[in-house]
C-alpha cells in the first residue's frame, strides 16, 4: 500500500519551519522565485506505488508553477521517460523494483543532465543518503512531510538549492564531524621514521640487491641486514620487501632513479 503524507514532527510543536524542508538557505521568496520564472517547473513523478504517483499529480496540479509531464513505476522506466521528457526535477523513490532510485541517478543525470533529482522515500537509512548524494541526486525527503512542504522542495530546488529531510540532514552533519575527526585523528599518529642506515638499505633492495650483497655494499654483517629490513617492515606496517619499497616511492620517502 502507498504510503500517505503526513505533517512532520518538528520540535517545539510551532508546525513546519519557516523557509520549508531541508537545509537549503530560504534566501529569497517563493513569490519572487515564481516571479522570475516564464514556464512552469516540469517534473517526472517516479514510484512504484501507483496510487502514491496518482496522489503527488492531484497535489502538484494544484500548483500552477509545477506541471506534471510524466510518470513511471520503476527506475529503468524513469531513464526511458526522463531521457524522452528531459523534466526539470525528477520525484523519485529509492527502493523500486526491476531498478531502484539511487542506481537510476546516476543513468538520469548522463541522459538528461539538466534534471535535479529528488529522492522522496519512506526510508531513513543514513546508507540511502549517502549513496543518492554520491549518485547525484540534489534532495532527500521522506514521505511524512507535508503535501505543500513537496511544492515548496521542488521550487526550492529547481531554485538551485539542496533539500533534506531535517532529521536526515541530522544524520549526515553527524557522519561529516565524524570523518573530520578521524581525519585528525590520523594526522596526529606521525608517519614512521626510518634512520640514516634503514633508509640506505630501503634503497639498496630498491634496486634488486639480496641481503648478502647489501651487507658487502655497507660493510656490515649479513644478519644486520636482515635486521635492518625487519625493522623497516615493523615500522610501516608491511609484509614484504616490495610492499616497503612500493610504500617508500608513493610517500616519497626515497626515490629511485
Same mark, same amino acid.
Given at each position: 500500500?502507498?504510503?500517505?503524507?503526513?505533517?512532520?514532527?518538528?520540535?517545539?510543536?510551532?508546525?513546519?519551519?519557516?523557509?520549508?524542508?531541508?537545509?537549503?538557505?530560504?534566501?529569497?521568496?517563493?513569490?519572487?522565485?515564481?516571479?522570475?520564472?516564464?514556464?512552469?517547473?516540469?517534473?517526472?513523478?517516479?514510484?512504484?506505488?501507483?496510487?502514491?504517483?496518482?496522489?503527488?499529480?492531484?497535489?502538484?496540479?494544484?500548483e500552477e508553477d509545477i506541471q506534471v509531464v510524466g510518470?513511471?513505476?520503476?527506475?529503468?522506466?524513469?531513464?526511458?521517460? %526522463?531521457?524522452?521528457?528531459?523534466?526539470?526535477?525528477?520525484?523519485?523513490?529509492?527502493?523500486?523494483?526491476?531498478?531502484?532510485?539511487?542506481? %537510476?541517478?546516476?543513468?538520469?543525470?548522463?541522459?538528461?543532465?539538466?534534471?535535479?533529482?529528488?529522492?522522496?522515500?519512506?526510508?531513513?537509512?543514513?546508507?540511502?543518503?549517502?549513496?543518492?548524494?554520491?549518485?547525484?541526486?540534489?534532495?532527500?525527503?521522506?514521505?511524512?512531510?507535508?503535501?505543500?512542504?513537496?511544492?515548496?522542495?521542488?521550487?526550492?530546488?529547481?531554485?538551485?538549492?539542496?533539500?533534506?529531510?531535517?532529521?536526515?540532514?541530522?544524520?549526515?552533519?553527524?557522519?561529516?564531524?565524524?570523518?573530520?575527526?578521524?581525519?585528525?585523528?590520523?594526522?596526529?599518529?606521525?608517519?614512521?621514521?626510518?634512520?640514516?642506515?634503514?633508509?640506505?638499505?630501503?634503497?639498496?633492495?630498491?634496486?634488486?640487491?639480496?641481503?648478502?650483497?647489501?651487507?658487502?655494499?655497507?660493510?656490515?654483517?649479513?644478519?644486520?641486514?636482515?635486521?635492518?629490513?625487519?625493522?623497516?617492515?615493523?615500522?610501516?606496517?608491511?609484509?614484504?620487501?616490495?610492499?616497503?619499497?612500493?610504500?617508500?616511492?608513493?610517500?616519497?620517502?626515497?626515490?629511485?632513479?
Amino acid at each position: 500500500m502507498a504510503d500517505s503524507f503526513g505533517p512532520v514532527h518538528h520540535p517545539g510543536g510551532s508546525g513546519a519551519p519557516a523557509g520549508g524542508p531541508g537545509c537549503g538557505s530560504g534566501a529569497g521568496s517563493d513569490a519572487d522565485a515564481e516571479a522570475s520564472r516564464k514556464e512552469p517547473i516540469r517534473v517526472l513523478v517516479v514510484d512504484d506505488h501507483a496510487l502514491f504517483r496518482r496522489g503527488l499529480e492531484i497535489v502538484l496540479a494544484q500548483e500552477e508553477d509545477i506541471q506534471v509531464v510524466g510518470e513511471a513505476g520503476d527506475g529503468a522506466e524513469a531513464v526511458d521517460k %526522463a531521457a524522452d521528457l528531459l523534466p526539470d526535477i525528477v520525484l523519485m523513490d529509492v527502493r523500486m523494483p526491476k531498478r531502484g532510485g539511487i542506481e %537510476a541517478c546516476t543513468s538520469i543525470k548522463e541522459v538528461a543532465p539538466s534534471a535535479k533529482i529528488i529522492m522522496l522515500t519512506i526510508s531513513d537509512e543514513e546508507a540511502d543518503l549517502y549513496d543518492a548524494i554520491k549518485a547525484g541526486a540534489t534532495g532527500y525527503l521522506l514521505k511524512e512531510i507535508s503535501t505543500d512542504e513537496v511544492a515548496t522542495a521542488i521550487r526550492a530546488v529547481a531554485d538551485g538549492q539542496s533539500q533534506i529531510s531535517p532529521s536526515m540532514a541530522s544524520k549526515l552533519l553527524t557522519e561529516f564531524k565524524s570523518m573530520i575527526q578521524r581525519t585528525d585523528e590520523r594526522r596526529l599518529v606521525p608517519a614512521p621514521r626510518l634512520t640514516d642506515r634503514e633508509l640506505e638499505v630501503l634503497k639498496l633492495v630498491a634496486t634488486g640487491m639480496n641481503n648478502r650483497d647489501i651487507a658487502k655494499e655497507l660493510f656490515i654483517s649479513e644478519n644486520t641486514v636482515k635486521n635492518h629490513v625487519r625493522n623497516i617492515l615493523e615500522k610501516l606496517q608491511l609484509h614484504s620487501r616490495m610492499e616497503a619499497v612500493v610504500y617508500a616511492m608513493r610517500e616519497k620517502i626515497l626515490e629511485i632513479r
